[in-house]
């Protein structure tokens, strides 16, 4: 019928404007456009229901960022004296103590931070730090807020020649003093008498360890060689749950063919979750003139699986003894349920037959 009218309306039309109306009916009519009135009623209606549910959830969330904005200036704010005597000293020192300051607020808010075995970072002369690489190493750029705050020194850093082709990066690379890590370079940063930290897995490590806390340093002793021609102890540094907070999906292949194919990091890394940081440093190594690099680089590797085994066992430990429980549970239960059905039918049984026999006889 409505096909019918507009096929009239189309051919009675006597000017253009109204065979253009034609047009446009016959097509809303075609399209089923006419119900979208409806839709839009619809969604106006849900809409008005849900925005005050909306609005309930996400005011509380913008509470909890103002407190947490609060707490981060408390922490800025207690340490002013210390900012103000950096500033009058130097300008860079200033913003190395305010940026870590902020860092290190950052850290005890979201991740409740913790560093174990500060002592162990010299006052005084140079050290190298040897770290794990986690997706994304916050737990470093905390250690480095804290020896700028607790010791007052800035801690050299090497990072991965990508990390300097960065926009806008350059002056954050200055002003916290890292390199791109030629072997010379470090080799004159410790003789200078700077900290400075390296993590041999690098990116690689980043990218495609996982929540196993895998060492990937394959071959690389560079750093073992650097420690021996600077003639400094080398102190090992791991990060508990530093893969739980940040994740990546290097482990799936075509990411790994990208990296080894153009030295891409395409990997996407997900996560930033509040869970609790614990920084653990070693003992220090001290410089020995008789070992040679790859028995030092094995050297520093020991304290790293031995954290790494502890937080392993006690992880694999709670699980299995969680399963172990479970499956105890469940199989009690099954036991005891069978058991129970056992005896219930035995006795309906005892008391049908029972009755059946009174009654028959």
């Avoid at 005050?52 to 509470?63: G, N, R, T």
């Avoid at 890394?269 to 190594?285: C, N, Q």
């Amino acid at each position: 019928m409505s096909d019918n009218g507009n096929q009239s309306c189309l051919t009675t039309a006597e000017d253009t404007v109204s065979f253009l109306l034609c047009v446009f009916h016959a097509w809303e009519e075609w399209a089923g456009l006419g119900q979208m009135e409806d839709y839009l009623s619809v969604l106006e209606y849900l809409l008005w229901v849900f925005t005050p549910l909306a609005i309930v959830f996400i005011l509380p969330f913008l509470i909890v960022i103002l407190l947490y904005l609060s707490i981060l200036f408390l922490h800025v704010y207690k340490r002013k004296n210390q900012l103000r005597e950096a500033y009058c000293n130097n300008l860079w020192d200033g913003a190395r103590k305010t940026l870590a300051t902020l860092w290190d607020g950052h850290g005890a808010i979201w991740h409740g931070y913790e560093i174990h075995g500060m002592e162990k970072i010299p006052d005084k002369g140079p050290a190298l730090i040897v770290y794990y690489h986690g997706a994304i190493p916050i737990d470093y750029y905390y250690f480095l807020a804290n020896v700028i705050i607790q010791k007052g020194r800035t801690c050299h850093s090497v990072a991965d020649h990508f990390l300097f082709k960065i926009p806008g990066f350059k002056l954050l690379l200055e002003v916290f003093s890292v390199i791109h890590g030629p072997q010379e370079e470090c080799v004159r940063a410790l003789r200078n008498g700077h900290l400075l930290g390296i993590s041999p897995g690098g990116v690689r490590e980043a990218l495609f360890s996982d929540e196993t806390y895998l060492l990937l340093w394959g071959k690389r002793k560079g750093f073992a060689q650097v420690a021996i021609d600077s003639q400094v102890p080398v102190i090992p540094m791991f990060t508990q749950n530093v893969r739980e907070g940040f994740r990546s999906l290097g482990t799936l292949r075509f990411f790994r063919w990208v990296y080894d194919r153009f030295r891409l990091p395409a990997a996407p890394v997900y996560g930033g979750f509040p869970v609790k940081f614990r920084t653990f440093l070693g003992d220090p190594i001290p410089y020995d003139p008789s070992i040679t690099a790859a028995e030092l680089a094995e050297k520093v590797r020991q304290p790293q699986f031995l954290f790494l085994s502890f937080f392993l066992s006690f992880f694999l430990s709670f699980f299995l003894s969680f399963f172990l429980s479970f499956f105890l549970s469940v199989c009690l239960s099954v036991c005891l349920s069978v058991c129970l059905s056992v005896c219930l039918s035995v006795c309906l049984s005892v008391c049908l037959s029972f009755c059946l026999s009174v009654f028959l006889y």
